[in-house]
C-alpha cells in the first residue's frame, strides 16, 4: 500500500477546472516531484492534499485513511507537514519559538493539562525543546536560533519553515516551491538537505517545484500536470523525455521556457 493515494481529483472553481481527474501514489520514503506549467493545477492540487481545499471529486488516502474533508488541524497528528510558497511564519518572534510552535499541534496533554502546567504538559514541552535543537542543529540555525525571523534572509527563512513543519515528526513532508527565490548556491545545498531530511528522518517528500534541475537531481518519481490533467508520471529521465512535458513547457511558442 502506497503512503499516499490521490484518487480521480477534481477541483472546479466555478467555470474553471483547475484539476482534472488526478490519480497518483506517492511510497514510504520515496520522493516525489510535481511540476507543470503556470496555472497546470499543482497549488490546487496541493492544496488538496494537505486539506485546505475539499476536492469536487475524487479523494486522498494518507496511510490507507481516507483524508479528504478532515479538518486541516487533524492533518499534522495524522503526519502530514507543509510548508508554504510565501511562508507563513511569525515573524516577529525568533527562529527557536517559530520551530516550537509546529510541536503545539502534536501535543496530546490537552488545554488543561497545558494551561496548569501539568506534569504531562511540562515533560512534552521539554521534549519538544530537545527536538527543536535537534532541529536547528541539522538545518544550521543554532546561530539565529534566538534572533527574530524577520531578520533573516529568504532562505534562511525558507529552512526555519522546514524545521518547523518536521518537528511533528510527519510520514510525508508537503513542500510548496522550497527552491523559489534562493540562490544558485542556496538550491545545491537545499538538494542535498532535502536527501539527509529523508534519510534522517525516514520520511516520503512531496514537492511542487519550478526549478527543474532540483526536481530532477532529488525526485525518485515525477509527476507532471498541464492544465489539470496528469500528462506524465515516472522516473525523472521518463518525465523528462516525454514527448507530451516537452509540448507542455515549449509548445506553447515559449512562454513557459523559463520554467524549463
Ligand atoms: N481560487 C480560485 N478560483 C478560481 N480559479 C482558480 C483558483 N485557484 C486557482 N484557479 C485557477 O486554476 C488553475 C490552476 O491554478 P494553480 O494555481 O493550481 O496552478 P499552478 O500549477 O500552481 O500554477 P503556478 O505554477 O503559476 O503556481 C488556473 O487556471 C487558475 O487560474
Known amino acids: ?3 499516499l493515494e490521490v484518487e480521480e481529483v477534481f477541483v472546479r472553481f466555478g467555470g ?23 496555472g497546470a493545477g499543482k497549488t490546487t492540487l496541493f492544496n488538496v492534499i494537505s486539506g485546505i481545499y475539499r476536492p469536487t471529486e475524487g479523494r486522498v488516502r494518507f496511510a490507507g485513511q481516507v483524508v479528504t474533508g478532515q479538518p486541516r488541524h487533524r492533518m499534522a497528528p495524522l503526519g502530514l507537514g507543509r510548508t508554504f510558497q510565501n511562508l ?10 517559530n520551530v516550537l510552535a509546529g510541536a503545539h499541534s502534536a501535543g496530546h496533554a490537552g488545554f488543561l493539562a497545558n494551561a496548569l502546567r501539568l506534569p504531562a504538559a511540562r515533560r512534552e514541552d521539554a521534549a519538544a525543546a530537545g527536538r527543536a535543537a535537534q532541529l536547528l542543529a541539522m538545518l544550521e540555525l543554532e546561530a539565529v536560533a ?46 542535498e538537505l532535502l536527501r539527509d531530511i529523508r534519510a534522517r528522518f525516514d520520511l516520503a517528500i512531496l514537492l511542487v517545484e519550478h526549478h527543474m534541475n532540483l526536481v530532477m537531481r532529488v525526485s525518485d518519481k515525477v509527476v507532471a500536470l498541464d492544465f ?17 512535458v516537452i509540448r507542455a513547457y515549449l509548445g506553447d511558442g515559449g512562454s513557459h521556457a523559463h520554467a524549463a
Do not use: W, Y
Open 16 to 38: 474553471v477546472t483547475a484539476v482534472a481527474g488526478v490519480s497518483f501514489a506517492v511510497d514510504d520514503r520515496q520522493i516525489c516531484g510535481l511540476i507543470g506549467p503556470n
Open 88 to 97: 507563513a511564519l511569525f515573524r516577529s518572534m525568533t527562529v527557536r519559538e
Open 228 to 244: 489539470g490533467r496528469k500528462i506524465a508520471d515516472g522516473t525523472p529521465e521518463e518525465v523528462r523525455s516525454d514527448p507530451e
Open 146 to 191: 534566538d534572533v527574530p525571523v524577520a531578520d533573516l534572509s529568504f532562505g534562511t527563512q525558507k529552512r526555519v519553515e522546514m524545521a518547523r513543519a518536521l518537528i511533528c515528526g510527519p510520514k510525508l513532508l508537503l513542500l510548496d516551491e522550497p527552491a523559489g527565490g534562493l540562490n544558485h548556491g542556496e538550491v545545491d545545498g537545499l538538494a
Open 1 to 3: 500500500m502506497a503512503l
